[in-house]
């Protein structure tokens, strides 16, 4: 039996260019250079103009994919830009893996503006210090931007070594587009790369090597989760904020069910910080789903957890905003001025909201002088 798909895709980047959408087979396989491999089975191109003003393609195949030629082979359906396929970039849309032939429902594609990840982003992902994990204790840590990748700077001691001796510790952290269909839900991937240590003075290669691995360690299990739900907490913030501005809905509390997030590209840009221009990361992003993205959206107005202000300036799983949502939803709407001044708030903070979304500098400072404090004031009331 044929099978076929409308796809449409939305281009508010204006940077699209031809894009490929495969239908295939994927499995994973182990050991050095595994991971998941991919067999396309039908491909069809489509021009960038065509695929980006928003007009219906139809994407079919004869005959079925399913059942996969092996049980621990799955069903794939991806849209990919056709100048990254080869670098592993360029992706629009991944679909989970399946054992049947893919979904029928209409596939739309939203290319979304930049979005840009600064020294702010990063900072709010270093986490409590020091950092203690058996004998090695890290003090400082402090993540840079250069070019699209993150050097990491730790430092700190260890028992096991000489009285007074320190060590520095120096990684890149790398932000890969993730394609991989079984995290489709993950837009990127970070890997720790070149991890070297320096000493205050000189030791064994045998401490090199153990605190070497300690420390890259501490890193892989405490920092780079963290930095994760970070930036990725911001890109999705970011890319539903700027998607419903454009086209004039509301923005949704989280990413929609049924939404994937995927990075096209990544470039070294510069922003504007309040202490001056500093190097930032652009992230090209899409949003794909099955059965629409754009209907997933509220109208605007209609948001159901309407903390638009903290959301934009926090992220919408920070801890501030729950606290604000609490005292909102118990105390201010319990009686009818709290109710009204609800309603004044939702009327007049989603622009300001969608201001502060897209400026990382006044995101930072926001949440320092307005929604951190008025968390406090929210919490210490919630608790009498």
Known sequence: MPYSVPISGLDLAGNL???????????????PGGGEQRQPAVTQDIPGPTFGGGTAVTFSYQGNLAPPPSPTWD??????????INSGRGWLFRSERLQTEPPSDPLEVIIAPEQTIGPADLAAAVGSLPMVSGNTTITGLTLTIVGTDIALTATGSDTSLPAGVT????AILRLIPNGDHRTADQPFDLSLDGP???????????????????????ILNEVTPRLTATVRGRLNAGVLAAVATRLNRGVPAAMPA???LSIRRL????????????T????????GGFGGVLNKFPPLGGQTRPCFIATAAAGPDAPEVTILRRWRDERLRASMVGSALVRVYQSISPPVARAIAGRPHWRRWV?????????????ARLRR
């Not at 060590?167 to 120096?170: G, L, P, R």
């Not at 470039?267 to 500093?278: E, K």
């Not at 949440?367 to 919490?379: F, H, I, Q, S, Y």
């Open 258 to 260: 049924g939404v994937v």
């Open 367 to 379: 949440r320092k002088l307005l929604v951190g404090p008025a968390a406090r004031w929210a919490e």
């Open 17 to 31: 260019g031809d894009v490929r959408v495969t239908a295939g087979f994927a499995h994973t396989t182990v050991g």
């Open 267 to 278: 470039r070294a840009t510069t922003g504007s910080t309040a202490a001056g221009p500093a």
């Open 75 to 84: 069903i794939v359906l991806s849209i990919q830009e056709v100048a990254g």
């Open 196 to 218: 070297s240590l320096t000493f205050t003075a000189g030791v064994g290669t045998g401490f090199i090597t153990a605190i070497l691995n300690l420390v890259s360690g501490m």
């Open 167 to 170: 060590f520095t510790y120096s």
């Open 280 to 287: 930032m990361i652009g992230v090209f992003a899409a949003l």
